[in-house]
């Protein structure tokens, strides 16, 4: 009989996910026994030839990760999804936007103007910039279109379910391809991660008080938190409370706060909201004047509350003037 084949693909991120399926390390070897894999560019070469030649339902699954910046990220997307049943947003970038998706707080052409004008270490009298269409030698040659936004991958093409996490941890990978090959994957749109937030999961939980009076917010960037208490009674932002468990609480472990790469908390209807929320009843205030200060020294709200998560939000991106075209 013959193995099912999976297919990996990589879009707008940094290459850690594709890093994770490489720390399976020897569980790879399972997975390579059960599955064919069909398409990995990071490890071997294919084009998008190739892809177009499969047949609808030939491939099982395809795993995408990063969010979707590019026209040919699109292109390459959408032709997956066309040939594949199951399609999993794998990692933070595909599920929510991840950290590529912070420059939905700036526009096109401030991103270009800082790549090829702005920069020290970039020589460009003539101001020249990418074109998505150009003749050199005679020879036609293309580029896509760098979009005005970033978007997960269910903003556009259908997604079956989402694998969390900055990257997913290898036993969520690890899991889900058993429930793939088993058959036994809940119902479609399901995160494939527990259902309770950080904090239940969290080994500080039992130092956090019942009740925390916030005078200042806190940055590791500036001072170092104490590792055997909970982060947030110390005044650093942990996003434990509106971000969804299963991680491994590495953060934490590391003597960091939690970043909020698991995403919202199931039925969260916008994680920065939620943990604003959850902030501005810790924070110690009892007048306009100190709610304001308080509120001063929280650097970067849009990073932090949104770290992972701005081009799925309510927000979505920075409001411009004059809307652009993609």
Request: aromatic share 6%; glycine share 8%.
């Amino acid at each position: 009989m013959a193995k099912p084949k999976v297919a990996f693909y990589w879009c707008a991120s940094c290459g850690g996910c594709e890093e994770t399926v490489v720390d399976l390390a020897e569980d790879i070897l399972k997975v390579v026994e059960a599955v064919d894999i069909a398409l990995w560019p990071v490890a071997l070469d294919f084009k998008l030839k190739d892809v177009e030649t499969w047949q609808p339902g030939e491939v099982a699954v395809a795993f995408i990760n990063g969010a979707v910046r590019l026209s040919e990220q699109h292109e390459w997307v959408r032709l997956l999804r066309e040939k594949c049943p199951l399609v999993i947003a794998f990692g933070s970038c595909a599920h929510l936007g991840g950290i590529p998706g912070l420059a939905n707080d700036t526009t096109r052409e401030e991103i270009l103007a800082n790549k090829y004008h702005r920069s020290l270490t970039v020589d460009n009298p003539n101001r020249v910039e990418p074109r998505t269409a150009c003749t050199v030698n005679g020879y036609e040659l293309e580029l896509p279109l760098f979009w005005k936004d970033v978007k997960p991958l269910d903003a556009v093409i259908d997604v079956d379910y989402y694998l969390p996490g900055c990257p997913p941890p290898t036993a969520l990978v690890a899991q889900a391809v058993d429930a793939i090959l088993k058959g036994a994957l809940p119902p479609k749109g399901s995160v494939l991660a527990p259902e309770k937030s950080l904090c239940e999961s969290c080994p500080l939980n039992e130092t956090k008080p019942e009740t925390l009076a916030i005078k200042e917010f806190k940055r590791v960037a500036t001072s170092t938190p104490e590792p055997d208490r909970c982060y947030l009674a110390q005044g650093y932002v942990c996003m434990g409370p509106a971000t969804r468990s299963g991680c491994g609480e590495r953060c934490i472990h590391g003597n960091m706060p939690c970043r909020g790469c698991f995403g919202p908390t199931p039925g969260a209807l916008d994680m920065g909201t939620k943990m604003l929320g959850a902030l501005g009843t810790l924070g110690e205030a009892d007048s306009d004047g100190t709610a304001m200060a308080l509120a001063g020294t929280l650097a970067d709200p849009i990073g932090t509350l949104y770290r992972f998560s701005l081009p799925a939000s309510l927000l979505k991106r920075r409001c411009i003037e004059k809307e652009e075209a993609l």
